[in-house]
């Protein structure tokens, strides 16, 4: 069985924030999920998260909710974490999998590498390996801690940057924080760490001298692009990792057959699904769990969040949060879709149009300066420019209903709970009180059926 540990506990306190440095969200959600998915897809089953109090105490309906945690208090270094994690899991004879949950960019393969780069040692018939560690060429200079290695090009130590000379410090060569320990050695060597140093902490890093001095062999495990072993330690390093899983995320969909107008300028997030042929144009957010069907255009200028987006549509600058968009939609530029809204197929909603847990028919069309909140518009409804739903008493949201064919005229005020009845009109201006009937035509305020027409004789 391969387990894993992950280093979640430490303050944070560069971020200076109320909110655990690992909860803070990256392209969508925080940045321990990405860890969390990383390890999963690596193949390891049996996770375990060393957590502080108050990180425990939050990651209860999160993304970032583990299987397991161990608590560490106090924090007494990355050792420290570690003795008390396997304190509390009883011992295996098989890998163990240690990296960090403020790394966000590290990837299911560079983990699964280190922990083949363990079992191929340990299983080829050649000397055993305590560890394997991944290391990364990272520019100076740099907090890393530096690797020092022996003359057959296996690690001999690691130096912590604070504790580093100065000819140390030159080195480029860094450990990365990601390990896979023959856990039997690491559950020896751990007791005998010491915290003599500039932090006064047990250093997990430690553990590699002593593995060594035991003659024990460590390997390395290249990393060829250092950005995915970057660890978080401040907002300005969060808005850093963010802009290269961005691009990622941006590089996979426009792989996939989607077209991006400009990557520098959209904002994705992991949760996001487009169709092929789908175009983006500068300046959009896509987030939550939005998905955008085959052909459709969205942008310039428009954010998308838990959307469901059919085919051919175009949203242009506007905004849409939990709505559901049929197919042949034109939203836009300027509209605002509230949660709720459901807009069927060929529906057209213009600038400045406001909409809230509605739905508007097939063909339905909202063109422009309206609101339309609690309601339900069948088909072939025209919501003309000015007119709203007043759906809001003072205690209580009340349902407006409109028939199909209805007209609502421009101004129109319509005092919900009411019905507009099919292939009804409201005059322009009408403050409509009571249900409309069917074919019914009524104006005025408060609005009163119109005459009925009638032709005259010859």
Not at 240 to 261: D, K, P, S, Y
Not at 440 to 454: I, K
């Amino acid at each position: 069985m391969k387990r894993a540990l992950i280093l979640a506990a430490g303050k944070g306190t560069r971020m200076k924030s109320a909110l655990p440095k690992v909860l803070h969200p990256i392209c969508g959600e925080p940045m321990l999920a990405h860890v969390l998915r990383a390890v999963d897809g690596a193949g390891i089953d049996d996770v375990t998260v060393i957590v502080s109090p108050e990180l425990d105490a939050l990651l209860d309906g999160t993304a970032a909710r583990p299987r397991r945690t161990v608590v560490q208090e106090p924090q007494l270094g990355t050792g420290h974490a570690v003795q008390v994690a396997l304190a509390a899991m009883p011992p295996s004879g098989g890998p163990l999998l240690i990296c960090s949950g403020d790394m966000p960019l590290v990837t299911s393969e560079l983990l699964r590498r280190t922990m083949d780069a363990l079992a191929g040692h340990n299983g080829g018939g050649v000397e055993r390996i305590a560890c394997a560690l991944v290391t990364a060429r990272m520019p100076l200079p740099s907090n890393f801690g530096r690797i020092i290695r022996d003359a057959y090009g296996h690690v001999r130590s690691i130096v912590e940057a604070r504790d580093a000379t100065s000819e140390e410090l030159a080195i480029n060569e860094m450990n990365a924080g990601i390990y896979a320990f023959d856990e039997a050695v690491l559950r020896e060597a751990l007791p005998r760490l010491s915290n003599r140093n500039a932090q006064a902490e047990y250093y997990l890093t430690d553990v590699i001298a002593l593995a060594v001095a035991d003659e024990h062999v460590v390997v390395p495990v290249p990393c060829d692009d250092y950005r995915i072993t970057l660890g978080i330690n401040d907002r300005v390093e969060l808005a850093q990792a963010q802009r290269i899983m961005n691009a990622q995320l941006c590089e996979r969909w426009m792989r996939e057959g989607v077209t991006i107008e400009d990557p520098e300028t959209t904002y994705l997030e992991r949760g996001v699904e487009l169709a092929r042929d789908v175009t983006i144009l500068h300046n959009t957010s896509l987030r939550g769990r939005t998905s955008v069907g085959e052909h459709s255009t969205i942008g310039p200028d428009t954010e998308l969040t838990d959307a469901v987006v059919g085919q051919r549509c175009h949203i242009r600058r506007s905004v849409a949060t939990e709505a559901v968009i049929g197919n042949d939609v034109v939203v836009g530029p300027f509209a605002h879709l509230r949660p709720g809204t459901v807009l069927d197929d060929d529906v057209r909603v213009g600038n400045y149009v406001e909409i809230k847990k509605s739905r508007l028919g097939k063909r339905s069309k909202a063109n422009h300066l309206a609101y339309i909140g609690d309601a339900e518009l069948g088909r072939n409804v025209n919501f003309s420019a000015g007119a709203i739903t007043c759906n809001y008493d003072g205690t209580s949201k009340n349902r407006t209903k409109i028939g199909d064919n209805a007209f609502i005229g421009t101004n129109s005020s319509l005092r919900a709970p009411i019905e507009i009845g099919e292939g009804a009109l409201t005059g322009a201006g009408s403050v409509v009180l009571h249900d409309v009937a069917p074919g019914e035509r009524v104006a005025g305020n408060p609005a009163r059926p119109l005459p009925t027409e009638t032709k005259s004789k010859t």
